[in-house]
């Protein structure tokens, strides 16, 4: 966990907390002047991508941004106490976007994630500052491991960005005052975020044997695949995914009840996951993915297993688990109100007026009390959250292979095999697309995008008029468009 003990928020530059404070309001706890940084101290040279991950980790996890990444999918509505609370997410579920256009949490996330790309411009002018004083070649690799690090997030933040918005500012180095800056058209946006990985898939090692659970060259392999699918182009799928499947030395997790729990954290099927702990003590110092964890948890229950309600399962996907006679995943997926978990935790009646069904959650935020630290009592306390998975590449494999040609079966039987189903000898597409419904619900807007660029979304949410030209993304926030005039104009090269 040393990845997680020496975080490090490191303060930007004054000039550039100057250009950028109005918009992106900086929280300015824990941070340490740059003054008091020896930068000749090589050994301290990692603090800057440290603090990445720290801020990555805060920012890309802030609850609000969760349900505008999910809503949209087929999977899950938003829930709450009534139809009414945070009810403009229900505007976004039914692609109503004029009242999510002045929506806090739409602004929110925005600058979460543009927060993280001028934070990796930031520190890595830091790490450019130790190495003005390194002398040996092994420093010097090690300072391009350490930037490639810090590129991987940006360019992460930039993969949500342009999925969520399409059309979206790229940030400039050179001159970092956000009120100039044009939105670029989403293909200039993903063709820069490619560069970026290609330089991450050659600085990155293989293994990280130092701090555990950082990026490594796979993780960024895995991105670039996951933006090559949304592209359509399925021959760098195919490639990407036949590397990593036959060098990375990665497999699916055995245990997949406690995959998403505390057993499962740093499992051998993670590329990336954001890491939290409370250090094994009940109380006192923890990093803690809080509200997160808290907004899925169950309504009207006992702490620790308590939470607002948020993010219920929808009609449609459980009768989709139901007639695939999926037990395992059930388990993993679907955390059930009015009943016992295999885990023995009783998680109370939901009924909400809103649906026709009884409440049922999320059960990949859900961890049982007894994994808890004695003392915790908070829902999720010391857990990760999930963000690439070795189950992704597979998947994408044998979509690839479905439309190429090749063995899509082995693949897609990996994933199925540990699910506890049958293998199917013959996969077609629409075997493939179910397994990803049924293995990747609520991560990560996953379902949306699978649904739009398989041309299945204006069949899928005919019901409240789905165009692609006009639903796919999210509106440029009002309060974004108030701080620069020029995001309302188009899209420019």
Not at 24 to 45: K, N, R, V
Not at 357 to 374: F, R, V
Request: proline share 4%; glycine share 6%.
């Amino acid at each position: 966990m040393k990845i997680i003990k020496k975080i490090i928020a490191l303060l930007i530059l004054p000039f550039m907390l100057v250009s950028c404070n109005d918009w992106l309001d900086f929280d300015q706890e824990g941070l340490i002047p740059t003054e008091d940084i020896d930068f000749t101290d090589a050994s301290q040279m990692y603090a800057p991508v440290s603090g990445v991950y720290a801020d990555a980790r805060r920012k890309m996890t802030q609850w609000e941004v969760w349900p505008l990444l999910n809503v949209r999918g087929d999977e899950v509505t938003k829930g709450g106490g009534s139809e009414t609370d945070q009810g403009v997410y229900l505007d976004a579920e039914r692609f109503s976007y004029a009242p999510v256009k002045g929506f806090w949490a739409l602004n929110n996330a925005w600058t979460a994630f543009y927060r993280v790309v001028y934070t990796t411009y930031n520190n890595q002018i830091l790490l450019d500052r130790f190495r003005e004083h390194l002398t040996t070649d092994a420093q010097w690799e090690l300072s391009d491991q350490y930037e490639a690090e810090i590129t991987f997030h940006r360019a992460l933040s930039y993969y949500f960005i342009s999925n969520l918005w399409g059309d979206v500012p790229l940030v400039d180095p050179e001159d970092l005052n956000y009120a100039f800056l044009n939105r670029k058209k989403q293909e200039t946006v993903r063709a820069f975020i490619h560069e970026e990985l290609d330089f991450c898939i050659e600085k990155l090692p293989e293994v990280q044997a130092q701090h555990q659970g950082a990026v490594t060259k796979w993780s960024a392999m895995t991105l670039k695949a996951k933006l090559a699918l949304q592209e359509g182009n399925y021959e760098l799928v195919r490639s990407l995914t036949d590397d990593i499947i036959s060098n990375a030395g990665l497999s699916l997790y055995d245990d997949y009840y406690n995959l998403f729990k505390i057993p499962g954290k740093l499992a051998s099927e993670s590329l990336y996951e954001f890491q939290f702990s409370d250090f094994g003590q009940g109380d006192g110092q923890e990093v803690y993915g809080a509200a997160w964890f808290q907004h899925q948890g169950p309504n009207g229950g006992i702490a620790p297993i308590a939470g607002w309600g948020f993010m219920l399962i929808t009609e449609d996907y459980i009768d989709f688990m139901k007639g695939r006679n999926e037990t395992d995943r059930w388990d993993v997926a679907i955390l059930e109100s009015g009943s016992r978990t295999p885990a023995s935790d009783s998680i109370p009646l939901f009924t909400p007026s809103y649906q026709n069904i009884k409440g049922y959650y999320n059960g990949k935020a859900y961890l049982p009390k007894n994994q808890m630290t004695e003392g915790r009592n908070q829902y999720g306390s010391n857990n990760n959250i999930r963000m690439l998975r070795y189950a992704d590449v597979l998947l994408m494999n044998s979509e690839a292979k479905v439309r190429l040609g090749g063995d899509a079966a082995t693949p897609l039987n990996e994933v199925r095999n540990r699910a506890g189903l049958e293998s199917i000898p013959s996969p077609t597409l629409e075997d493939v697309l179910d397994e990803r419904r049924a293995e990747f619900s609520l991560e990560w807007g996953d379902r949306f995008n699978d649904l739009v660029r398989t041309g299945q979304a204006e069949t899928v949410f005919a019901e409240y008029g789905f165009s692609r030209v006009e639903h796919e993304f999210y509106p440029i926030p009002t309060a974004q468009e108030d701080l620069n005039p020029n995001l309302k104009e188009p899209a420019v090269n």
